[in-house]
């Protein structure tokens, strides 16, 4: 009879926890890291993630290249909005830190829900783009011919990669467009983003140009070898028709994440503005803002901010402190790999040792020479000459960068974060704002970019 009595206890206490467990989930369901649960995320259009890798033998690589297309099939309207590398996140399981960090750590799946949770949508579909078939995918088509805007030199010492276009037109092949694209400076991802879009334009125009028939059987071959989708054939059909309507009636809708560019423990982020992001994706979307969903982005918003401002008052959690090793144990691994391939080639050895010798002296020494490049920004040619005698009265040598595009703001870039470097060029004798951008190659202590407010 006991016995009896007990199994019917634990049944009552079973069946109690069985409903509380119900009753759990549906009055405190799991929400995502954005605060909102899954079917709270806007999707009424369909979303396809596009991710442009670059993957690598000894490394899983990154989402270098990251965007949303969102598809109307009712309208067969699209629009296309650009999420920056650099873009600060929480990653589920790992803390805060870049979005295209999100591939190395948990792949496809893992950037998608990433992207899910910041912009508060439903993805439906990806689509994966091999970078290293980009060259071939622009050879493909006989090259694209693109208006350079600028001068372009840039050295990336973690991946070996250099770019060196001239400013003006020029017909690029596979290997010369592709420096275009990743092209970094000042701007940092906004200029990449817009050179992006411009490329796209580029190979739109010359796979839709009459002499493209010639190239078809060698363009399906690449196309086939460097992306990877769950995308239907016929949706794919659909959102191609649907792009090359829109860009032949009234050019595509393009759209940015936005927010700015912040400096945190000596990385680059782009910090997104929540709250304007979720207004845009109601906007794109072709939504209603609710409450929740209002609500959502306000508490996510406090949550971006919360974690920045602990990070730079010194806070030493686990979560925060996360980010920031990850980004120099990566570092520190590419520099090291680097350093082997330099010293198996045997004379390139010798001449690695001494330029990391020189560069470590230079850094040593630099409160002392406080060497800058001066690139004038301004508009004005006496601006040059003017701010040039100005930094050698105070004390810098002064090696000449040439000009460059106007900018509204004088800003003096340091390529170290040694605190004795940066001191020195915070005593620059005018108006500036201050960036720190490690370059352990770096002929100098710092960059001074001239803008139009140089008096």
Same mark, same amino acid.
């Given at each position: ?6 199994? #019917?206890?634990?049944? @009552? ?30 999707? !009424? ?91 071939? !995918? ?33 017909? !690029? ?45 060698? !363009? ?17 059909i659909d959102i191609g028709r649907a792009l090359h309507s829109m860009v032949k009636e009234k ?25 304007? @992001? ?40 686990e979560e925060n402190k996360e980010a920031i090793k990850e980004e120099k144990e990566l570092k520190?691994?590419?520099e090291e790999k680097a350093k082997e391939e330099k010293d198996a080639e045997g004379e390139q ?8 010798? #020189? ?14 490049? @001066? ?81």
């Open positions: 009879m006991k016995s009896i009595f007990q199994t #019917k206890i634990l049944l @009552l206490v079973a069946a109690v926890c069985v409903v509380a467990y119900v009753a759990f989930g549906y009055f405190f369901p799991d929400k995502g890291l954005d605060n909102l649960n899954p079917e709270d995320r806007l999707s !009424l259009k369909k979303n396809i993630i596009v991710m442009g890798v670059d993957e690598r033998s000894d490394d899983v690589g990154r989402s270098d290249t990251l965007f949303v297309v969102m598809f109307d099939s009712k309208t067969k309207a699209a629009s296309l909005l650009s999420v920056p590398r650099d873009t600060r996140v929480r990653i589920e399981g790992h803390g805060w830190d870049k979005i295209n960090h999100a591939y190395a750590y948990g792949g496809q799946k893992l950037t998608q829900k990433t992207v899910e949770e910041l912009l508060g949508i439903k993805v439906n579909n990806y689509v994966m783009v091999d970078f290293k078939g980009f060259e071939g !995918l622009v050879d493909a088509i006989g090259g694209i011919d693109i208006d350079v805007e600028k001068d372009m030199y840039y050295h990336d010492t973690w991946d070996g990669f250099t770019v060196d276009l001239k400013k003006g037109r020029q017909h !690029l092949n596979g290997k010369t467009a592709i420096q275009y694209v990743r092209f970094r400076d000042e701007e940092g991802d906004i200029g990449r983003i817009r050179r992006q879009q411009h490329f796209l334009m580029a190979v739109y125009d010359k796979i839709t140009s009459a002499d493209m028939l010639l190239h078809i059987p060698g !363009l399906a071959k690449q196309l086939t070898s460097m992306v990877k989708t769950d995308m239907p054939l016929s949706d794919m050019g595509l809708s393009m759209a940015m994440v936005p927010g700015e560019p912040k400096y945190i423990d000596g990385i680059s982020y782009w910090l997104p503005d929540i709250t304007d @992001l979720r207004e845009l994706m109601v906007q794109m979307q072709g939504a209603t803002m609710t409450e929740r969903y209002k609500s959502a982005a306000e508490l996510m918003e406090q949550e971006y901010n919360s974690a920045v401002e602990k990070v730079e008052k010194g806070d030493d959690s520190a691994k590419k050895a010798k001449e690695q040792k001494n330029d990391a010798a #020189k560069a470590e002296a230079k850094q040593t020494a630099s409160s002392g020479r406080g060497v800058v490049r @001066l690139v004038n920004c301004s508009g004005s040619k006496s601006a040059g000459a003017d701010a040039a005698a100005r930094l050698r009265s105070a004390g810098f040598e002064v090696v000449s960068g040439g000009s460059g595009e106007i900018i509204a703001e004088t800003t003096v870039i340091s390529t170290t974060n040694n605190g004795a470097v940066v001191n020195r060029l915070s005593n620059v004798p005018f108006a500036h704002k201050m960036r720190i951008s490690r370059d352990g190659a770096a002929d100098c202590d710092g960059v001074v970019m001239l803008g139009a407010d140089f008096k």
